[in-house]
């Protein structure tokens, strides 16, 4: 993306409390997870308008590029905003949303906004855009839960805004910052630089462990160190540099419940872990069938028949 790019705004804040259960007696359940993550997609989807796309990363995240939003945002008067455009002003609902906007944003890298400059014009309405989501979805009586929020010009950036500042607090990046933040962040912070492909890059680095040290390596260097089909991204993706589109995800084509324990050959364990996987399954797919209309027409079990926890799984339809 350009700098006047997509600007996705992330949003992170689905948390309940739950009791703690032994692993070998119970298994986590999800399902309110899941409940209130649907309950967050309804309220925003409901507020979003003008070509704005969401794409849902988790159970309790989403990215927002609500690109097409910024230049009808309800703070600012259209015809206001055109005659300053045709006297080079910054229109005044601009600089009243500005100020609102420094207010209850943490800016990163405490630098002021600079209204003269067209990125920080784009990114302080979707700031405002991104406080009014995170009060609908606190405000809502079906949710109540807090949101935070990360304002960039990509999807890297917009998540990694989102884990600033936590809780229930919502952080803008602007691009001029950009450089010097990447400088000292780790390498493991950055999406999609975790696991193997992080210690790669580390090892490449010289045991060095920022996005800085990786930043120092040479194309051909990266290229040894992962591979020439992810070296240019890594290349980019190290400067804050991000292409990736903001999609929508469509429906999920299957829904499963497991759980993963010691191997047994107890009738009466493995009895009362199928109704318990059953029964979460079952509760899903009548939720799944209620908010699509849709019934699954295949059942399918897996399982491993052997001593070997690395057995060969078997499958029965």
């Known amino acids: 993306m350009g700098q006047y790019g ?27 997870y899941r409940q209130a993550s649907s309950e967050i997609m309804r309220v925003l989807g409901g507020l979003l308008a003008h070509g704005a796309v969401m794409e849902k990363g988790g159970l309790d995240e989403v990215f927002i590029d609500v690109t097409y939003m910024v230049a009808g945002f309800e703070g600012l008067e259209e015809e206001e905003a055109e005659g300053a455009r045709q006297r080079a002003e ?37 700031a405002a855009i991104a406080k009014r989501l995170r009060d609908a979805v606190l405000s809502d009586k079906a949710c109540g839960y807090t949101c935070s929020a990360g304002i960039a010009q990509n999807k890297m950036l917009a998540k990694l805004g989102s884990a600033r500042n936590k809780p229930a607090q919502q952080t803008l990046i602007l691009p001029r910052v950009v450089a010097g933040l990447m400088q000292s962040l780790p390498v493991a912070k950055i999406r999609g630089l975790g696991g193997k492909l992080g210690a790669a890059l580390t090892l490449a680095a010289g045991g060095e462990q920022t996005a800085g040290a990786v930043q120092a390596l040479s194309l051909a260097a990266l290229t040894r160190a992962v591979g020439q089909e992810r070296a240019r991204w890594v290349f980019n993706i190290v400067r804050g540099m991000d292409d990736e589109a903001v999609k929508p995800k469509g429906l999920i084509k299957s829904i499963n419940s497991c759980k993963s324990f010691n191997p047994t050959s107890n009738l009466a364990q493995i009895s009362r872990w199928m109704e318990v996987l059953a029964d979460e399954l079952a509760d899903r797919m009548a939720d799944d069938e209620w908010e699509h209309k849709r019934v699954a027409s295949t059942l399918v079990l897996h399982y491993r028949a052997s001593s070997n926890q690395q057995g060969p799984e078997r499958s029965v339809r």
């Open 90 to 126: 910054v229109p005044h609902g601009l600089r009243e949303l500005a100020v609102a906007v420094a207010g209850y944003s943490v800016v990163e890298g405490g630098v002021q906004i600079d209204l003269g400059l067209e990125s920080d014009r784009r990114l302080v309405v979707a």
């Open 6 to 32: 997509q600007q996705p705004v992330l949003l992170h804040g689905i948390r309940e409390e739950g009791s703690a259960s032994a692993k070998s007696t119970s298994k986590a359940c999800l399902q309110r």
